[in-house]
């Protein structure tokens, strides 16, 4: 479903991206760009509650908060996790709506170059194959309406990958919910 007053490109007509909808509160930009990447490497785990206050107050968020029935952080690899020592996704889901976060359903099986390190084309591979649904938690995903939350999207790579393994296991809508995304 595409908000009122949105249009589809003919490309995604013919071949639907696996997102239903991509919401985000800022630009990836200056000053944004250098808050996200402090949160995201300096340890500020802490912003996500500011972050969240902005995400909510984007067009189209509240409604479709409302409407989920599950958040789902994009979860980092082992090695990306011991790195920064927390998910920032999962802090800025659980400051969203801690009661409808989903941990341990959507997991992220390879370990990849980041994505800001590589050119688009090898972003869009890279990540093909990384993410898959935790058969021992996929029944509660069924015909369910769940926004994916991460703080970045940059070629969307990463979130169609995601949402590509929801939709196999049966998500009916997929909403991505990001902080910042590049113009």
């Known amino acids: ?33 250098h808050l996200v990447v402090d949160y995201k490497f300096h340890q500020h785990a802490g912003w996500a509650t500011s972050f969240a206050l902005l995400m909510r107050s984007a067009p189209w968020v509240e409604p479709a908060l409302e409407s989920a029935d599950l958040l789902v952080p994009m979860p980092l690899s082992k090695e990306r996790l011991q790195e920064r020592g927390y998910n920032q996704a999962h802090e800025l889901a659980c400051a969203l709506d801690a009661s409808k976060v989903t941990q341990g359903l959507l997991l992220r099986i390879l370990h990849t170059a980041p994505q800001s390190a590589l050119p688009r084309t090898q972003r869009l591979h890279s990540v093909q194959d990384a993410f898959a649904i935790d058969p021992l938690h996929a029944s509660p995903l069924k015909n369910k309406r769940v926004v994916l939350v991460d703080d970045v999207m940059t070629s969307g790579a990463s979130l169609h990958a995601a949402a590509h393994a929801l939709r196999q296991a049966g998500a009916a809508h997929i909403t991505a919910l990001v902080f910042a995304r590049t113009e």
């Open 1 to 33: 479903m595409v908000p009122t007053g949105m249009r589809q490109c003919g490309a995604c007509i013919v071949a639907p991206p696996p997102l239903d909808a991509c919401l985000a509160a800022v630009p990836y930009a200056y000053p944004w760009s």
